[in-house]
């Protein structure tokens, strides 16, 4: 399964943004505001929203300035997030967000609408930052 943000403006630089997101404890501020959980370990962090099972997401790659890969820590759920990062001017930057996901049909039926709800609201709020 593949879902796509819509193209974000971020008032940051392309190296800005992309040194604000490498800092794990700012995904909390991008984060739904039906948030229940939140915390940074290392070069991880865990969060749970409201009626949601926890997730534990790992970078998994970083290519400066322009893509950061978060994966799943558990083997159980097999996904990614990929944040790609392109300069606008000197002061902003354009981002999107997206997931690739590895799951049964019946599944994905079921995670699709609140995925991609999930990572529309992180690309909204990384424009208000």
Known sequence: MNLESKKSVVN???KEFFEFLTNLQNFEKLMPSTIDKFEVDGESFLF???G???IRL???EKNE???IVLSAASSKLNFSLTALIQP???KTCEAQLLFTGDFNPMMA???KSPL???IDTLAENSENI
């Open 48 to 50: 749970s929203l409201k």
């Open 65 to 67: 300035f322009d893509k």
């Open 52 to 54: 949601m099972p926890e």
């Open 116 to 118: 991609q709800k999930f």
């Open 58 to 60: 790992v970078i998994k």
């Open 88 to 90: 606008i001017s000197e």
């Open 109 to 111: 039926m079921m995670v």
């Open 12 to 14: 940051k630089s392309q």
